[in-house]
């Protein structure tokens, strides 16, 4: 008889297969890497982790990609182990950094493992929530040096959205830390998902069928333009679905029109009755006691709109008013939430079905598709554990400018594989310098993610370069200075050709397309070589196959060289030591003071360590210095204005000069940023100014500033930590943060 297996509980749930052979490998005190669908409960993994760990009197790092979901998470937890065993690390918030169960944001715990690795030597685990971030442009490299520096006796949790080379992912955490890395996979979502389009006229309809529409409409168009078509709106939709599919996320890649859809929404629809409407006004009581008296030009319009079951949320809102969208969804009092995709990241937040009122969103560049991964990461919020069958998404077409390749193909089977996005800081170049010698710092170069991707793709090119030179060896022979000399003659060859490409002005492209004319003549010198007599159309016909080898040689080369990132990332070691040797942080392998400051900036070191070592940490005021410190690295939102100011900037104007200069001329382009648009906000806050005020002579968004006083506070803190020494500077940074930390810019946890 077969013994029958009793499935493994935990907090009343009973655990679905992948979760509970995730936890028996925790128990086995395994590395873990779990790639799972949005949704499908990875996050209860990371929850048995942190009880586990606490009752064993051990400790734990829990480490997300935002601060909102370390936030939450700091929250919930609490509720768990209690608020003396909880503490949170992100920058511009330190609460009980020495508490056994700690959260903060994987740039965090990077940092710690770089400067003061000794802090977290005794956590058994650390948890890395939204893993997949390893391919994020701007912030995946901290990924990366998380896993290549954390020392090999911690184990760690890796949770992750579904991914086609989470192998490939595993097999490197596993080359760099030395230790097995067991892989979980999931791929069945609980609840199913129903994708559909959505036009007017067609109503839920299928991509073929769109297309049979939309050429069938071009047919009957004989005008010029657009065939006029009417427009089908998210108000469209929402009629469509209100009596059976919500609630509903609405993902809108604009805060503007999340708002005026909302708004708009409002004007027509109340989806709750007296008794719901009471609940929300408990509701947000409840939240408001949590908070000092706020003021937002948006919280009395947002309020009659929760009140009719309506709501927006999107990261220009203060965080207050996010809280309250947030308790009230959880609560099943929101019918339709309008959010841009950031409302998808981590936060648990499940609904009947989710909708896309565009596939192209905006990337801070130009208008793309949405990618598949994109795409699921936001869909898979549709369809609630329990209480849904299914889960559906619509996405809204618009005929009158349809583009089919602008669709995510919405097949999880597509979804995109995690490609490395390796950089180096010079904070990240100083702290190697300081804590390796020369050849620990290559071996380390070559450990990112990029290098290991890129192995096996250049043996394969290799390969085929090597069976190319045996079939032009003969030809190779006959240049002067053998196969050295061919391969420089073909890479110059192919740089020349692609600068004649982009090349504009007409005598440097003669040039270009002479030194081109020599070159070809070389190669076809070589050639006729091995060819001395023989029948003139046979040497044409030889000759071309040999041009077209040249030409796939070379496009070779070029491959091979790009698919050595090792090669790349050693340039720029190299180049990056340059201009810090220039700059006075290094002599030779030291650093200097001005160097073992830079080490301990994490983000715009070099702006911060100039302005430390001309003395003007110490010569601004308290408000002025504020005002400075949301300059570093402030980036202004698209047609964002410059507000006025009298402040004296211009020695940070020459810092800022100098650097450009520098960096430009030894790397090729230049990092350091100051924009001073909000710097006259910081000012007045600083002096006590009201915050509703502040906004009246303003086009920033609430929660933008208060995303940049909180930046202000972050390295105003940073400095403070790397200065502990000087305790007159000291004292005035206390002071900075304290004017700049208060009423709406203060985080309440």
Same mark, same amino acid.
């Given at each position: 008889?077969?013994?029958? +297996?009793? /499935? ?5 749930? !009973? ?13 086995? =005190? #395994?590395?873990?890497?779990?790639a799972?669908?949005?949704g ?21 790092v ?9 936030n939450?998470k ?10 003396d ?16 169960i ?5 740039? $965090? ?8 690795p ?9 948890i890395f929530?939204?893993?997949h ?5 701007d912030?995946?490299?901290?990924w990366e ?24 992912? @595993? ?7 030395k230790?097995?890395?067991e892989i979980v !996979? ?7 998902? %129903? ?5 007017? %006229?067609l ?11 939309? +050429? ?10 657009? /065939? ?11 009629? @469509? ?14 805060r503007?029109?999340?708002?005026s859809?909302?708004i708009?929404?409002?004007q ?8 719901? #409407?009471?609940?929300? =006004? ?6 408001l ?7 937002s030009?948006r ?6 709109l ?28 929101i ?23 565009? %596939?192209?969103?905006w ?8 990618s598949?991964?994109e795409?699921?990461q ?30 995510p ?5 597509e ?12 904070n ?9 010698d020369k ?8 450990? =990112?993610? @990029?290098?290991?991707?890129?192995? @096996? ?5 290799l ?18 200075g ?19 490409? $982009? ?35 046979l ?44 700059l ?16 301990q ?16 940490f ?14 570093i ?9 410059r507000?006025k ?21 030894m ?16 000012y ?9 005020k502040?906004?009246?002579e ?20 940073q ?17 900075? $943060? ?9 985080i309440?946890?």
């Amino acid at each position: 008889m077969i013994e029958q +297996r009793t /499935p493994r509980k935990y907090r009343g749930f !009973t655990l679905d297969p992948f979760q509970e052979e995730a936890v028996n490998l925790i128990d086995e =005190n #395994k590395s873990v890497l779990v790639a799972a669908p949005t949704g499908v409960g990875k996050t209860l993994i990371a929850d048995y982790i942190i009880e586990k760990i606490f009752n064993e009197g051990g400790k734990v790092v829990y480490t997300a990609p935002i601060k909102a979901l370390s936030n939450q998470k700091f929250r919930e937890f609490k509720e768990v182990v209690g608020t003396d065993n909880m503490g949170i690390l992100t920058g511009d918030v330190v609460i009980n950094p020495e508490a056994p169960i700690l959260i903060m944001t994987t740039e $965090i715990f990077r940092n710690i493992l770089q400067e003061g690795p000794e802090r977290v030597a005794d956590v058994r685990y650390v948890i890395f929530d939204e893993v997949h971030y390893i391919d994020d442009p701007d912030r995946g490299s901290v990924w990366e040096e998380s896993f290549i520096f954390m020392p090999p006796t911690m184990r760690f949790l890796g949770l992750s959205a579904t991914i086609p080379n989470v192998d490939q992912l @595993a097999n490197w955490i596993e080359d760099v830390q030395k230790q097995d890395v067991e892989i979980v !996979t999931h791929f069945e979502r609980v609840v199913p998902l %129903s994708h559909s389009l959505f036009e007017r %006229s067609l109503g839920m309809t299928t991509m073929s069928k769109v297309r049979k529409k939309h +050429r069938r409409l071009l047919s009957e168009h004989t005008g010029d333009g657009r /065939p006029n078509i009417q427009t089908t709106t998210h108000l469209d939709l929402i009629d @469509a679905i209100k009596d059976r599919y919500l609630p509903c996320l609405f993902f809108t890649f604009s805060r503007r029109k999340c708002e005026s859809n909302a708004i708009e929404l409002g004007q027509v629809h109340d989806f709750l009755d007296k008794q719901k #409407k009471a609940e929300v =006004n408990a509701i947000i009581d409840h939240v408001l006691e949590r908070y000092p008296d706020i003021e937002s030009s948006r919280w009395p319009q947002l309020r009659r709109l929760l009140l009719r079951g309506i709501a927006y949320h999107h990261a220009g809102m203060l965080p207050v008013l996010k809280d309250i969208v947030e308790e009230l969804f959880t609560h099943k009092l929101i019918s339709v939430l309008y959010c841009t995709e950031t409302f998808a990241v981590g936060l648990n937040f499940p609904c009947k079905t989710v909708c896309f009122d565009s %596939s192209t969103k905006w990337d801070g560049i130009s208008f793309r598709p949405i990618s598949n991964r994109e795409y699921f990461q936001m869909a898979g919020r549709a369809g609630r554990r329990g209480i849904d069958d299914e889960g559906f998404v619509f996405t809204i077409v618009d005929l009158g400018w349809f583009d089919p390749s602008q669709f995510p193909s919405m097949n999880e089977n597509e979804i995109e594989p995690l490609k490395s996005q390796f950089a180096l800081t010079y904070n990240s170049i100083l702290n190697l310098i300081k804590n390796y010698d020369k050849k620990d710092i290559y071996r380390i170069l070559g450990q =990112n993610f @990029a290098t290991y991707q890129a192995s @096996a793709e250049r043996q394969g090119v290799l390969l085929r370069i090597e069976m190319l030179e045996e079939e032009l060896a003969p030809f190779i022979e006959n240049l002067r200075g053998g196969p050295e000399r061919f391969n420089r003659t073909v890479r110059h060859k192919f740089e020349l050709e692609q600068r004649l490409q $982009i090349e504009n002005k007409k005598r440097a492209r003669n040039q270009l397309k002479k030194e081109l004319g020599s070159i070809t003549q070389r190669l076809d010198s070589a050639f006729y070589s091995s060819f001395p007599q023989g029948d003139r159309s046979l040497l044409r016909r030889e000759n071309r196959k040999y041009r077209r080898k040249i030409k796939a040689y070379g496009h070779l080369l070029i491959r091979e060289h790009e698919l050595d990132p090792h090669k790349k990332y050693i340039q720029e070691f190299t180049d990056k030591k340059s201009l810090l040797e220039a700059l006075g942080y290094l002599q030779g392998d030291q650093l200097t003071t001005a160097g073992l400051l830079a080490s301990q900036i994490h983000g715009h070191e070099l702006i911060v360590t100039e302005m430390f070592m001309e003395g003007l940490f110490h010569s601004y005021e308290p408000a002025e210095l504020n005002a400075v410190a949301v300059a570093i690295g402030y980036e202004p939102r698209k047609n964002e204005y410059r507000i006025k100011h009298r402040l004296d900037f211009s020695p940070l104007l020459r810092i800022w000069h100098f650097l450009t200069k520098m960096e430009q001329r030894m790397i090729g382009f230049p990092t350091v940023q100051f924009n001073d648009h909000v710097s006259a906000l910081a000012y007045r806050w600083s002096n006590g100014e009201n915050f509703t005020k502040l906004l009246e002579e303003s086009a920033v968004d609430e929660g933008d500033l208060v995303f940049a006083f909180r930046r202000g506070i972050d390295l105003l803190r940073q400095v403070r930590n790397a200065t502990i020494d000087d305790l007159s500077l000291n004292a005035k940074l206390r002071e900075c $943060i304290s004017l700049m930390d208060r009423d709406e810019v203060s985080i309440w946890l």
